[in-house]
């Protein structure tokens, strides 16, 4: 027996350990599978699509997977001419300064302020008033753009609460249209995007916060250190981690504007400081079907988002020591 084990070499045993693994963990390894196969299907073979951005000028009868449209004239220069027309636009550096501008501005606003709600929140101990107050948080997270859009168009209006609330107070002298005004719409854009998400961003940092053990508080009370104190030298560090992660995410998203939100809020009075990419390129490229030319822009977006993630994940991989990959 012990001659017959000892003839059996590493590859083999690891093999069979293997196995074995694989049976013992089969139902946890059919729900992995099952979610691989949606992630392949749902978001790696679509960028076979990705061709047509190279395309000269692609007809949407035309299906992806023919030799008709495999054989189709590519794009001048190489493939990239819809990049170097997108790139010459006389709108580009508009369109560039919209996105990063509402992108940096929900990064600095929108992404702290949650962080700071949830630890707020954790310091409330009446469990039916924190319920309360989460709950309101979170519930416009549920509803569309499309009724929280229309909702605002109405609060907004001259004629509007917004209004009715500042001539009240005496903020204002008269009643202002706020969406035809450009000026007003970054803000508009970051205030309301806040107002929608801050309550559910929350929650993944109260789930951290309830995580931390709570013996580092009560010798941090023996110690003699206050609330505030304690959230700086306990709490924020112990979801550091955390945050770090979020953040990274939140830098790969600084060009997606939500195209959503700014669509149910757009109009031609404010499209000065309204006009960004996914709009561009939708009442630019999708309405005058040049498909070719709205498929450069999206995969010019995603390549800067993803160089984008890769920087800030390296960055704070070696400031902090703590990276998404």
Partial sequence: MAKNK????????????????????????IMAWIGLLWMVVFNYAPMYGIIIAFKKNYRITTPLFSWAFLKSDWAASGGFQHFINFFKDEEFVNIM?????????????CFPIPIAFAILLNEVHNARFKKAIQTISYLPHFLSWVVL????????????????????????DKPIAFLAYPKYFWGIVVLSDLWKEMGW?????????????????????????????????????????????????????????????????????????????????????????????????????????????????????????????
């Fill in 149 to 172: 859009g229309g909702i605002l168009t109405t609060w907004l209006d001259e004629s509007g609460l917004i209004n009715q609330l500042l001539t009240g107070a005496g903020v204002l």
């Fill in 201 to 325: 961003s929350a929650i993944i940092y109260l789930a951290a916060i309830s995580g931390i053990d709570q013996e580092m508080y009560e010798a941090a009370e023996v110690d003699g250190a206050s609330r505030l104190r304690q959230i700086f030298s306990i709490t924020l560090p112990s979801i550091k981690g955390t945050i770090i992660i979020m953040f990274i995410l939140a830098v790969g998203q600084l060009l997606n504007s939500n195209f959503d939100q700014i669509f149910v809020l757009w109009n031609p009075l404010n499209s000065e400081r309204s006009n960004v990419i996914d709009i561009y390129t939708f009442t630019t490229a999708m309405r005058s079907m040049r498909y070719s030319y709205a498929s450069a822009i999206g995969l010019f977006k995603s390549v800067v988002a993803t160089g984008l993630l890769v920087i800030a994940n390296q960055v704070t991989k070696k400031v902090n020591d703590t990276s998404l990959f």
């Fill in 97 to 109: 300064a919209n996105t990063i501008g509402i992108g940096l501005l929900k990064l600095l606003i």
């Fill in 6 to 29: 000892t003839n059996l070499t590493p590859t083999a045993l690891n093999k069979k350990t293997l196995w074995q693994r694989l049976k013992e963990e089969r139902y946890l390894q």
